[in-house]
């Protein structure tokens, strides 16, 4: 499934604020005519996106796959939409059973934004460097605890890819893992532009992964740049959306 995460308060539910679980559980509340909670592979936090977010559910209606996806289309917002609904067994959840996920933060790096992605691209008009941000990225492969980018209690993870690739003015940074703390893809992106643009150096960032101190490392990127492309379960993927943990993000 995917969303744009603009005006929500993130995937999970919470009071007095609208959410991605919580519009997705009023449409199968209606649909299947009965209570239905939904579990999210990415917990996404406010204003991020998804491309490839799985979820699971236990309903007692008839209804198949196909008529359950169309009915949830047409009841929630344009925002949202569900890809595929598939049945599985019951052993199966979307967060837990994961073995891999992949995000995307898209950095729009030019002199002048573009109005139509504000709400997808982080836009920043300084030159950064590129062959700094390649050097620093590939610090991060392995298994490290990577306490210095989480928003809270640290941990090992083991981070699998971790590239930059560019079209023109748009930088799109891809990293894959087995699992991510909680604000972890946006510190690391935020610390890696303090490289890109010369606030510290490649060896500098290497030393703040060894640190494993939050303090040292730089501000969390914004929200609207990030997206949850695909989550991998025992080697198949499902991100179906994309076109061309505690786990947040």
Not at 73 to 87: C, H, R
Request: proline share 4%; charged share 25%; net charge negative.
């Amino acid at each position: 499934m995917a969303y744009d995460g603009t005006r929500y308060a993130g995937f999970q539910v919470q009071p007095n604020a609208p959410t991605v679980q919580g519009e997705l559980e009023r449409a199968l509340t209606e649909l299947c005519n009965e209570p239905v909670r939904i579990t999210g592979a990415g917990r996404t936090d406010a204003g991020v996106h998804a491309t490839g977010q799985v979820i699971n559910f236990r309903t007692a209606s008839a209804l198949d796959g196909e008529r359950i996806g169309r009915g949830v289309n047409a009841l929630v917002p344009a925002d949202i939409a569900i890809s595929a609904v598939e049945p599985v067994g019951e052993d199966f959840h979307a967060r837990y059973s994961a073995t891999g996920r992949t995000y995307e933060y898209r950095i729009r790096n030019g002199p002048e934004r573009h109005p139509l992605e504000r709400h997808r691209e982080h836009w920043l008009p300084v030159p950064l460097d590129r062959s700094a941000l390649d050097r620093a990225t590939r610090l991060l492969h392995g298994r490290h605890d990577f306490a210095a980018f989480a928003a809270g209690e640290g941990g090992v993870r083991e981070v699998r890819s971790a590239t930059w690739s560019a079209q023109e003015e748009l930088l799109r940074f891809e990293i894959t893992a087995d699992a991510f703390l909680r604000g972890m893809v946006r510190a690391i992106v935020g610390t890696l532009l303090w490289v890109g643009r010369g606030r510290i150096g490649v060896e500098d960032f290497g030393a703040l992964i060894e640190a494993r101190d939050r303090s040292k490392a730089g501000p969390s990127a914004p929200a609207n740049g990030l997206c949850l492309i695909s989550v991998e379960y025992g080697g198949r993927q499902r991100n179906t959306m994309r076109r061309n943990e505690d786990d947040e993000e």
